[in-house]
């Protein structure tokens, strides 16, 4: 069974800078990619960004494009989100997931997963 563990979420200013971490364990696969969804208050869960695992190729929602950084230490099954430049509207609960494979690196094609983390709440003040 994956867990999911998900930290670094915290109250800042919008401009400010925050860096989210996961850490999945019990994988007994090899992932396709890993990934970030947020869920902002009132709205459903939304995709982020994901990595490939095989050659570390990324994908962002257009809004946090040029914003946001994911990067990745496979030999932990660890992935990090480097968030710049924050907005209000980036506001919500920050979810990562592991993917088997199957729905790409645009997640939001495909958002369901079976296994979710508590998550880490990212509140941005204007």
């Known amino acids: 069974q994956v867990q999911l563990a998900e930290s670094g979420g915290r109250s800042v200013q919008t401009g400010g800078s925050l860096t989210l971490s996961c850490a999945a364990s019990?994988?007994?696969?090899?992932?396709?990619?890993m990934g970030w969804m947020r869920q902002r208050p009132g709205q459903e869960r939304e995709f982020v960004a994901s990595?490939?695992?095989?050659?570390?190729?990324?994908y962002y929602m257009n809004s946090v494009a040029g914003r946001f950084t994911i990067t990745s230490v496979n030999a932990n099954y660890t992935v990090y989100l480097e968030m710049n430049n924050l907005k209000p509207e980036d506001s919500g609960v920050y979810y990562c997931?592991?993917?088997?494979?199957?729905?790409?690196?645009?997640?939001?094609?495909?958002?369901?997963?079976?296994?979710w983390g508590q998550g880490t709440q990212v509140t941005v003040s204007s």
């Open positions: 990595i490939k695992w095989d050659g570390g190729y990324k």
């Open positions: 019990g994988v007994d696969f090899v992932p396709y990619s």
């Open positions: 997931n592991i993917d088997k494979g199957g729905r790409g690196l645009n997640w939001a094609l495909n958002p369901t997963f079976d296994t």
